[in-house]
């Protein structure tokens, strides 16, 4: 399935594949200049791909945290993107990240000579993006009495781009953070408590910080060396060392990253992929981290919610994942135990390394990031 296929009546095939185009490089760009703002300066983001698409005024206001945030929801929009029916954006930052893929995607194909698809991309910015209310981001302040700009510029205020547009939809609970209105793990409150449900939101924003860790210039990355000391080298299996590449971490924080939206979802979103359940295992490992910091520094436990480390997501993993064979990917006994007979009478899913990013089918539910998997959900 092409990427912008819910939105055909207004691309063409060669505009779609322009789409695709833009929303890897512009993920590309998110992790690879990510060294050019660890040294945070105001104006460091605006030199950077992402940064090119931001209203330059606010630069002041644009911090490493920002970044990431808004890089959240350029992941996001992109596989909101790839689904076969339209899923409405959540926020004022998912409309811009929106209106940067589309920007992009149509630079390089007027770059490549064709002006047809012109009125296409400009129908997706007026229809789906709600170009004119992105547009207004743009406009200074007003130049006018000093309580007109100051209203102007609140109602412009960053932390108003990450939050809900509405109710109904939510946004990405790293970029949101606690404006999102719906909680994470909300389509699952029958298996999590609400402490269980804070430390899930907890685990998260810790995860991808983490993960941001490992982009910085001074790790290194090399395959199968400095990235066994990394974040991704804690939390995916060590057999496989060799082949985790700096592309393969890219991949793989897009799938933690898609994880956790699902995770905010107010009805379950199923997991696409092995690279996904292992993204949600990592996610829910340093939930459970957090878990144990914060008993261990609480004077004394209180409540009838009070659980241990233990005890904590047990009823919901049973129900979150359809089954756990991916943990067999962590103990080296069991290589190849998919391709046994055993595997093969209980129709395990191919636990190779590289069918980890193949989604498990065709079913539209199924549809893995484009980013991590081509265009063949």
């Not at 910015?125 to 200074?140: A, H, N, Q, T, W």
């Not at 971490?249 to 995770?263: D, G």
């Not at 009478?345 to 998997?373: C, E, G, K, N, Q």
Request: overall charge negative; hydrophobic content about 45%; glycine content about 6%.
């Amino acid at each position: 399935m092409a990427i912008g296929q819910g939105y055909r009546r207004w691309l063409t095939p060669r505009a779609q594949e322009a789409l695709a185009t833009s929303c890897n490089a512009l993920i590309d760009a998110f992790f690879d200049e990510w060294k050019l703002v660890e040294n945070w300066k105001p104006e460091s983001i605006l030199s950077t791909r992402l940064g090119k698409h931001l209203p330059p005024h606010f630069s002041a206001d644009y911090t490493p945290h920002f970044y990431k945030r808004f890089g959240a929801c350029v992941v996001t929009v992109a596989w909101k993107l790839a689904q076969p029916k339209p899923r409405p954006l959540a926020s004022r930052a998912e409309q811009l990240a929106a209106a940067a893929i589309v920007e992009e995607a149509r630079a390089m194909f007027m770059g490549a000579g064709g002006d047809e698809a012109a009125g296409a991309f400009q129908a997706l910015l007026d229809g789906y993006v709600e170009y004119s209310s992105v547009r207004s981001l743009f406009d200074p302040p007003d130049a006018g009495s000093e309580s007109g700009a100051g209203k102007h510029r609140a109602s412009l205020a960053l932390e108003q781009w990450f939050q809900p547009i509405s109710g109904k939809y939510a946004a990405h609970p790293y970029a949101s953070g606690d404006t999102n209105v719906l909680r994470v793990g909300q389509a699952y409150k029958k298996y999590l408590l609400p402490s269980e449900q804070e430390t899930l939101d907890a685990g998260i924003a810790v995860l991808i910080d983490e993960l941001f860790a490992d982009f910085a210039p001074k790790v290194g990355l090399r395959a199968g060396e400095n990235i066994a000391l990394t974040t991704l080298g804690e939390h995916l299996p060590l057999h496989y060392l060799p082949k985790y590449t700096p592309v393969f971490l890219k991949r793989f924080a897009v799938c933690i990253m898609t994880v956790a939206w699902k995770l905010a979802q107010p009805r379950h979103v199923p997991l696409s992929s092995v690279a996904e359940e292992l993204a949600a295992h990592a996610i829910l490992t340093q939930a459970e981290a957090c878990l144990a910091l914060e008993l261990e520094s609480a004077e004394e436990d209180e409540g009838d919610e009070e659980i241990t480390v233990e005890q904590a997501f047990e009823d919901f993993r049973e129900d979150y994942f359809e089954d756990e064979d991916f943990l067999f990917l962590f103990d080296n006994s069991y290589d190849g135990v998919e391709t046994s007979p055993v595997g093969q009478r209980l129709h395990m899913t191919s636990l190779a390394f590289a069918d980890w990013f193949r989604p498990f089918s065709a079913d539209p539910a199924r549809i893995a990031h484009p980013y991590v998997f081509g265009l063949e959900a």
